[in-house]
């Protein structure tokens, strides 16, 4: 982390409160987005996210797995965060293990639902291939290669963008296996059914500094903030998750304003990210 | 397994024996980094961070306080290989490789320049396709360089094998698990001085110089593609400036 002088930190204070931060933006503005597909060949899905100087690469990987004993007919979606040392030079050896497990773990509640599955984003019974026995293991890996505050909103934009690019394969199952036997499955090289990824939320991290909250704050506003509130919005404008860091205290009137202020942003949000989905698959069909 | 085909002399990739995969090189990539870099050989792709010089952290590592203190570490993405890995970070192979690449810088930065400091150089592997270790050291050059830390000479590495009574220069993963010997040679272009040089299995002495020949002939080539990046990357710098 740079260190910042008292007359920078009032700078970026000052700013805030009046509207105009250091880098020209309003509070509510995100920076220039700019999103690329297909950067993992071997990977079932893969996006690369650049939000101003944060670079995240998302890929996703299915392999055939047994399902939960809980739960036959669904299934299995896994997040790994892992955040390169080329990022930040304290990220080396395990000194992001904290940060990736923070990270990881707010993804795992805002995409996935509860414990019993209920309310996931991805519709885990469309993963199922055979009832009980074989189904498709979702492994989702996000890697921050380069880090300039606002992780968890690049990482579930990436993640939701390498979504839309995966295919998964279309798999023949035999018939003729015996009931207790592990059927036969001939995963197909050719066809893949693409994602349904409407309803994948995004998330909008609203930073308090001072009294003004700001929407994609740079690793320097961030350390100027007091608490930091991320909100997980669907297409809906359904709340899918809420996450609240930061260690000083937040009246619930101001928390209930972050929200649909996270709720207006997240709509437009929502707008950019589709239409460089779109053309990003309109450049891939190429 | 024909990895040469006899009749028309093409490897799996179409390549011929002494033809290296192509190369692509980006400067800046990281823009917090003082000094970074992407490098692909084929369809391996790396990017290298260098962070430095700065104040040294941890008191206990530094050895010798006229010189700086240069640390590496080499990680591979959980999606870089055709089979997701596990464990990508912390195992014996990314400690030795970790090692290699820092012996392998070591031997070209000017430490006695930047004492009590210490230059951090981490390498991230995207996609692996064989010849990782190379790829990252070019890389790590390239990131050297654009942070603008004070080197004798660009470091430069190739990798070159033996299949099918042929030398082959530049295996990708397919090759490099044949189980032919596999001859990874680090050199100082400009100098012409080797700084790395591994093999496994086994080679003939007289084989074994030839095939080094190619590789050294391989990290010639690449330093020449260096300099052209570099060369364009200070012009684009200078235009910049105005």
Same mark, same amino acid.
């Given at each position: 982390?740079?260190?910042?002088?008292?007359?920078?930190?009032?700078?970026?204070?000052?700013?805030?409160?009046?509207?105009?931060?250091?880098?020209?933006?309003?509070?509510?503005?995100?920076?220039?987005?700019?999103?690329?597909?297909?950067?993992?060949?071997?990977?079932?899905?893969?996006?690369?996210?650049?939000?101003?100087?944060?670079?995240?690469?998302?890929?996703?990987?299915?392999?055939?797995?047994?399902?939960?004993?809980?739960?036959?007919?669904?299934?299995?979606?896994?997040?790994?965060?892992?955040?390169?040392?080329?990022?930040?030079?304290?990220?080396?050896?395990?000194? /992001?293990?904290?940060? $990736?497990?923070?990270?990881?773990?707010?993804? %795992?509640? !805002?995409? +996935?639902?509860?414990?019993? &599955? =209920? @309310?996931?984003?991805?519709?885990?019974?469309?993963?199922?291939?055979?009832?009980?026995?074989?189904?498709?293991?979702?492994?989702?890996?996000?890697?921050?290669?380069?880090?300039?505050?606002?992780?968890?909103?690049?990482?579930?934009?990436?993640?939701?963008?390498?979504?839309?690019?995966?295919?998964?394969?279309?798999?023949?199952?035999?018939?003729?296996?015996?009931?207790?036997?592990?059927?036969?499955?001939?995963?197909?090289?050719?066809?893949?059914?693409?994602?349904?990824?409407?309803?994948?939320?995004?998330?909008?991290?609203?930073?308090?500094?001072?009294?003004?909250?700001?929407?994609?704050?740079?690793?320097?506003?961030?350390?100027?903030? /007091?608490?930091?509130? $991320?909100?997980?919005?669907?297409?809906?404008? %359904?709340? !899918?998750? +809420?996450?609240?860091?930061? &260690? =000083? @205290?937040?009246?619930?009137?101001?928390?209930?304003?972050?929200?649909?202020?996270?709720?207006?942003?997240?709509?437009?949000?929502?707008?950019?990210?589709?239409?460089?989905?779109?053309?990003?698959?309109?450049?891939?069909?190429? | 397994?024909?990895?040469?085909?006899?009749?028309?002399?093409?490897?799996?990739?179409?390549?011929?024996?002494?033809?290296?995969?192509?190369?692509?090189?980006?400067?800046?990539?990281?823009?917090?980094?003082?000094?970074?870099?992407?490098?692909?050989?084929?369809?391996?792709?790396?990017?290298?961070?260098?962070?430095?010089?700065?104040?040294?952290?941890?008191?206990?590592?530094?050895?010798?306080?006229?010189?700086?203190?240069?640390?590496?570490?080499?990680?591979?993405?959980?999606?870089?290989?055709?089979?997701?890995?596990?464990?990508?970070?912390?195992?014996?192979?990314?400690?030795?490789?970790?090692?290699?690449?820092?012996?392998?810088?070591?031997?070209?930065?000017?430490?006695?320049?930047?004492?009590?400091?210490?230059?951090?150089?981490?390498?991230?592997?995207?996609?692996?396709?064989?010849?990782?270790?190379?790829?990252?050291?070019?890389?790590?050059?390239?990131?050297?360089?654009?942070?603008?830390?004070?080197?004798?000479?660009?470091?430069?590495?190739?990798?070159?094998?033996?299949?099918?009574?042929?030398?082959?220069?530049?295996?990708?993963?397919?090759?490099?698990?044949?189980?032919?010997?596999?001859?990874?040679?680090?050199?100082?272009?400009?100098?012409?001085?080797?700084?790395?040089?591994?093999?496994?299995?086994?080679?003939?002495?007289?084989?074994?110089?030839?095939?080094?020949?190619?590789?050294?002939?391989?990290?010639?080539?690449?330093?020449?593609?260096?300099?052209?990046?570099?060369?364009?990357?200070?012009?684009?710098?200078?235009?910049?400036?105005?």
């Amino acid at each position: 982390m740079v260190g910042l002088s008292e007359g920078e930190k009032h700078f970026i204070r000052g700013g805030i409160a009046q509207d105009i931060r250091t880098d020209g933006r309003k509070r509510l503005q995100f920076r220039a987005l700019s999103v690329e597909t297909g950067v993992i060949p071997q990977a079932n899905g893969s996006a690369r996210v650049r939000l101003g100087a944060t670079e995240i690469i998302a890929s996703v990987k299915a392999e055939l797995g047994k399902p939960s004993i809980l739960h036959p007919d669904k299934g299995k979606v896994s997040i790994f965060v892992d955040c390169s040392p080329t990022a930040e030079p304290t990220f080396e050896g395990r000194g /992001s293990e904290e940060l $990736s497990t923070e990270l990881a773990v707010a993804l %795992q509640r !805002c995409l +996935l639902g509860g414990k019993s &599955g =209920a @309310g996931a984003a991805i519709d885990l019974s469309s993963l199922i291939v055979v009832d009980g026995k074989v189904c498709w293991d979702l492994y989702i890996d996000g890697l921050v290669v380069s880090s300039d505050g606002n992780l968890l909103d690049a990482l579930a934009a990436a993640i939701k963008v390498a979504l839309s690019d995966t295919g998964i394969p279309k798999v023949n199952v035999s018939l003729s296996a015996a009931n207790d036997e592990e059927p036969e499955v001939d995963v197909s090289d050719e066809e893949f059914l693409q994602f349904d990824t409407s309803s994948v939320p995004v998330i909008i991290t609203l930073t308090k500094v001072g009294r003004h909250y700001i929407v994609d704050a740079t690793s320097e506003e961030e350390s100027q903030m /007091s608490s930091a509130v $991320s909100v997980s919005v669907n297409r809906h404008g %359904q709340i !899918c998750g +809420l996450t609240k860091r930061g &260690g =000083a @205290g937040l009246d619930p009137s101001v928390i209930f304003d972050m929200i649909s202020v996270a709720k207006h942003v997240s709509q437009q949000f929502i707008g950019v990210l589709d239409s460089e989905i779109a053309a990003a698959e309109a450049e891939a069909d190429e | 397994m024909e990895y040469v085909n006899p009749l028309t002399g093409f490897r799996v990739d179409g390549r011929r024996p002494n033809e290296m995969r192509q190369l692509k090189a980006e400067v800046g990539v990281v823009a917090r980094a003082d000094g970074s870099a992407l490098f692909e050989m084929g369809n391996t792709r790396v990017i290298a961070a260098v962070y430095g010089p700065r104040e040294i952290q941890n008191k206990g590592q530094q050895v010798n306080n006229k010189e700086a203190l240069v640390r590496c570490e080499y990680r591979m993405a959980e999606f870089s290989t055709g089979d997701r890995r596990r464990k990508p970070k912390g195992d014996r192979r990314s400690t030795e490789i970790s090692l290699v690449i820092r012996q392998t810088m070591e031997a070209s930065i000017l430490k006695d320049l930047m004492p009590c400091s210490q230059i951090d150089i981490f390498v991230q592997v995207l996609q692996a396709d064989g010849g990782t270790r190379s790829a990252c050291i070019n890389a790590a050059t390239l990131a050297l360089a654009d942070a603008g830390i004070p080197m004798r000479d660009i470091v430069t590495s190739c990798s070159a094998g033996y299949l099918c009574s042929t030398p082959l220069l530049d295996l990708n993963y397919v090759e490099d698990s044949a189980g032919g010997p596999d001859v990874t040679v680090g050199i100082l272009a400009k100098m012409d001085k080797v700084t790395l040089l591994q093999m496994d299995a086994k080679l003939p002495m007289d084989t074994f110089e030839s095939v080094m020949g190619l590789a050294i002939e391989g990290c010639k080539a690449i330093a020449t593609y260096i300099r052209e990046v570099l060369l364009e990357n200070t012009k684009r710098l200078e235009c910049q400036r105005g």
